[in-house]
């Protein structure tokens, strides 16, 4: 159980376009989804904090405008690299955190390695 | 804030041997703490976790023990394997309602056959 799924697992794309990039829980509902970027032997950083039907709330010096995350269900959460630079080459991780209770249990995503020439 | 401190690495062993990855943290409230497993190209994979003191995670022969006197949740495992080279994280979940990750840096472990 508790399997979160991301798609697509590697994306390239040309400078200035716009990459999506889906994370899904598949058997359990998740009111939070996070975020997460990843350097090359790195630690991960936190973007952002997504909650199911409400604006995402963004880690201080990550752009809203350039990361835009939605999160219309409790399953599925997007996020949307606009206007995609060189830079903005990394590896992105999602997580979801099982609704309702206390749980702060998050299970990971795969993760999408984006390559932007 | 909060924040995780973990041993560096990499850190290389022979197959059988044991492994110890230390971890310490410092968090205001009563932290829950994890660690997680990320294999080459891929997400992270939780491997054990504990939410109060004195509480043991253990999984896969792994084992990890939540030690509030010394703010410490040190992975040991008796007799490592091969298949278990990967880079793993301690991490704690803060005690605000969002209960965001903070991650340490991750350690690098290698092991021979």
């Not at chain 2, 410092?26 to 829950?32: F, M």
């Not at chain 2, 010394?70 to 605000?96: I, M, R, W």
């Amino acid at each position: 159980g508790a399997v979160v799924s991301q798609h697509p697992s590697r994306v390239i794309c040309k400078s200035g376009t716009s990459v999506k990039i889906e994370c899904r829980s598949l058997d359990f509902q998740a009111t939070t989804m996070f975020w997460y970027r990843q350097f090359p032997k790195k630690s991960l950083m936190l973007m952002a904090t997504s909650n199911e039907g409400s604006k995402a709330t963004y880690e201080q010096g990550v752009e809203k405008d350039k990361f835009l995350i939605n999160h219309a269900s409790l399953t599925l959460s997007t996020l949307t690299v606009t206007s995609a630079h060189p830079e903005d080459s990394s590896f992105y991780i999602c997580s979801a955190r099982t609704a309702g209770g206390y749980s702060d249990t998050q299970y990971f995503g795969p993760g999408t390695r984006l390559t932007v020439l | 804030g909060d924040s995780v401190t973990q041993m560096e690495g990499p850190v290389t062993l022979s197959e059988e041997a044991f492994l110890t990855i230390n971890c310490t943290y410092t968090a205001t409230g009563y932290p829950s703490l994890f660690w997680y497993v990320q294999y080459p190209g891929e997400g992270l994979q939780l491997l054990l976790k504990a939410t109060k003191a004195d509480d043991k995670g253990s999984n896969k022969g792994f084992e990890a023990t939540y030690r509030k006197e010394t703010t410490s949740f040190h992975l040991e495992k008796g007799s490592v394997q091969v298949s278990d080279s990967a880079v793993y994280f301690c991490a704690l979940s803060s005690s605000g309602s969002a209960r965001q990750l903070t991650f340490g840096s991750g350690t690098q472990l290698t092991v021979l056959p």
